[in-house]
Nanobody, 115 residues
């Protein structure tokens, strides 16, 4: 069964850090680019970062460049998002998916940055 399960979100103060995880199953994980997205209330889903399957090349949205780091473990079928120097505008539900995207998304994990 194809499944994506995100975890690691929470409430953090501005300037703080969080580490998100995504467990993938049911497809050949190591062959796919993996993406992290986020969706804030009332806004469209935004691609935050992605990582290629073989050489691990990473690409980031300008809004998170220099603060977020995406990584993956092709043995454990996991993708991670380390988020540092968080800002209130990073508040959103964070999702992972592959490229091309699976139709069925995970439940996401809520990240709230607030003092």
């Amino acid at each position: 069964q194809v499944q994506l399960v995100e975890s690691g979100g929470g409430l953090v103060q501005p300037g703080g850090s969080l580490s998100l995880s995504c467990a993938a199953s049911g497809f050949a994980f190591s062959r796919y680019t993996m993406n992290w997205y986020r969706q804030a209330p009332g806004k469209v889903r935004e691609l935050v970062a992605f990582i290629s399957p073989y050489d691990g090349r990473r690409t980031y949205a300008d809004s998170v460049k220099g603060r977020f780091t995406i990584s993956r473990d092709n043995v454990k079928n996991m993708v991670y998002l380390q988020m540092d120097r968080l800002k209130p505008e990073d508040t959103a539900v964070y999702f992972c998916n592959r490229h091309p995207a699976l139709v069925s998304w995970g439940q996401g994990t809520q990240v709230t940055v607030s003092s």
